[in-house]
């Protein structure tokens, strides 16, 4: 299977389980907090149901950028995956921002005896809720990473920021059922800021993507030696990489001698050309000059 059919099977199995595992919390918690009078459980479950839409976000997104390239986008539609992703942190940053905007006010109202005592079961729910989406952070990480899906990733970031949310509706429901009203708010705070630390890395990932940021240099110090195991090249004289949504663009001109033929020069180009892409399966596209030495 080539990484390009891999990159879209892993991405939309990760996100069925992922809307799959939303919409039954969504449900589950939505639940629990109406029986248990739990406002931070409501909540947590329109947080979770948000996770929805996001994952739909990033189908979308997914699925556009594998198109194959055409006569108005030649280089493909890669770039796409990375405005989904920007779409999803603006998403995780707007969920942060709500979560901590109403917990700014509860705090500054001053009457937490107005505040209605949970019950055991919206205790129960958080607890649940932590765990699953924690393991659903865990799950869409891994195969984030081994993809190299900045919108997976995002989708990722925000399980985690629903596991966060639910710390903090446990934290304040346990605190409320001890007769700490106050704590469910704090904790809120302190879960907008990491949300929003997320959201920003996010976005920044992306939008490295979208700029043509070059590779790491380890990357780039692979390739050059790659090019350089090849018979016949004297030398690189030039490197230049550019990250085009998750693939890799490669400019590189390498130096052969000048007194060989037209043919043996151009023998040696696809030489390296073809050994840079066999090992080195995200470049997509490479474009290899000769210079006489």
């Not at 809307?19 to 969504?26: P, Q, Y």
């Not at 539609?77 to 979560?99: D, K, N, P, Y």
């Not at 692979?222 to 016949?232: D, N, R, V």
Request: aromatic share 6%; with cysteine; net charge negative.
């Amino acid at each position: 299977m080539g990484i390009e059919q891999d990159f879209e099977k892993t991405a939309m199995h990760v996100s069925t389980v992922s809307i799959i595992a939303n919409f039954a919390l969504t449900v589950f918690k939505l639940i629990a907090g109406v029986t248990a009078h739990s406002g931070a459980m409501i909540s947590d479950a329109v947080h979770s149901a948000s996770d929805v839409f996001s994952t739909i976000v990033v189908i979308i997104g997914i699925r556009i950028s594998r198109k194959a390239s055409d006569r108005n986008h030649p280089y493909g539609h890669e770039r796409l995956e990375c405005v989904a992703a920007i779409v999803l942190a603006t998403i995780l940053a707007a969920t942060g921002l709500g979560i901590g905007y109403s917990a700014v006010t509860k705090i500054t109202g001053g009457d937490y005896r107005q505040l209605a005592v949970p019950g055991m079961l919206a205790l129960a729910a958080a607890l649940v809720s932590i765990l699953t989406k924690e393991a659903m952070y865990q799950y869409t990480r891994i195969h984030a990473r081994r993809i190299d899906s900045s919108a997976l990733m995002a989708d990722a970031w925000h399980h985690r920021s629903d596991a966060l949310s639910s710390v903090g509706a446990l934290i304040g429901i346990a605190g409320a059922r001890m007769g700490f009203p106050i704590s469910d708010p704090l904790a809120s705070v302190v879960i907008c800021f990491f949300i929003e630390k997320a959201a920003f890395e996010i976005f920044r990932d992306a939008i490295d993507k979208m700029v043509d940021k070059a590779c790491d240099e380890e990357t780039e110090q692979q390739l050059t030696e790659c090019a350089l195991s090849q018979e016949g090249v004297l030398g690189v004289d030039l490197l230049h990489t550019r990250v085009f949504g998750n693939m890799i663009y490669v400019d590189i001109e390498i130096r052969a001698d000048g007194n060989e033929t037209l043919r043996r020069a151009h023998g040696i180009a696809e030489r390296v050309h073809d050994s840079i892409e066999k090992n080195f399966p995200k470049v997509k596209h490479i474009m290899v000059h000769v210079n006489p030495s």
